[in-house]
């Protein structure tokens, strides 16, 4: 079964400085989908940005990026020019290619807690 | 473009009630997934349904837990029996039809509280 895993509980950064999250993940598939998603205090589910593994580019959406190391099984999230409204838990996301056994659905890691400093 | 719906927003039972959720995908999108998340966890996927179908419900509980997707309508999360266990936010989302690799876009979820 996949995993995903968030090492860092909680992060705390100056507004307007960049913040990078981490996350890991276990796979044996080679075909892949991995999210970021941010759950602000009323704790609705947004979507910051998706990278297919199978394109060597790191996603970027704006301010948000990604490194995307395939080999080490890394997804990090990087923050530019931090806002107050990036306050929220970040969410790492992993989606398979193959379907049954729950693989139809986003295995979660456990969340980061973003805090910005004004 | 209306998103993801879910009612209630909020939901409280006493032990022993049933609890119905309800979700409206997006407009266009015809495959619907349930997801729990419990205080201080990530989301942990329940079921995923095609209209008329249950595709993948091995996320769900074996017992008092059930979903559908009719052709008409919302689709329904059911909680029969509850218990304070079952306390906790129950988001649905949605992804477009015969695009499994699409983007899942999530309701605002149903905050259940069981006393």
């Known amino acids: 079964a996949q995993t995903v895993t968030q090492s860092q509980p909680e992060m705390s950064v100056q507004e307007a400085e960049t913040v990078t999250l981490s996350c890991t993940y276990d796979t044996s598939e080679s075909d892949y989908y991995l999210f970021w998603y941010k759950q602000p205090p009323s704790r609705q589910m947004i979507l910051v940005i998706r990278q297919e593994a199978y394109k060597q580019q790191n996603a970027t959406e704006n301010r948000f990026s990604v490194n995307f190391q395939k080999a080490a099984k890394s997804f990090s999230l990087k923050i530019s020019d931090s806002q107050l409204g990036d306050a929220a838990m970040y969410f790492c996301?992993?989606?398979?290619?193959?379907?049954?056994?729950?693989?139809?659905?986003?295995?979660f890691g456990k969340g980061t807690h973003l805090i910005i400093q004004p | 473009n209306a998103g993801v719906m879910q009612n209630p927003r909020h939901l409280v039972r006493r032990r022993g009630q049933e609890a119905r959720l309800r979700c409206s995908p997006m407009k266009g999108h015809s495959h619907v997934y349930w997801y729990r998340q419990l205080p201080e966890e990530g989301l942990k996927f329940m079921v995923y349904?095609?209209?008329?179908?249950?595709?993948?419900e091995s996320g769900m509980p074996k017992e008092r837990f059930s979903a559908e997707f009719p052709k008409e309508g919302p689709s329904i999360l059911r909680i029969q029996q509850v218990v304070r266990g079952d306390s906790a936010a129950y988001f649905c989302?949605?992804?477009?039809?015969?695009?499994?690799?699409?983007?899942?876009?999530f309701g605002p979820g149903t905050r259940l509280l069981v006393l």
């Open positions: 349904l095609q209209k008329e179908n249950i595709i993948d």
């Open positions: 989302a949605s992804s477009p039809p015969n695009r499994r690799q699409e983007t899942q876009y």
């Open positions: 996301a992993y989606r398979g290619m193959y379907s049954g056994g729950g693989a139809d659905g986003l295995t």
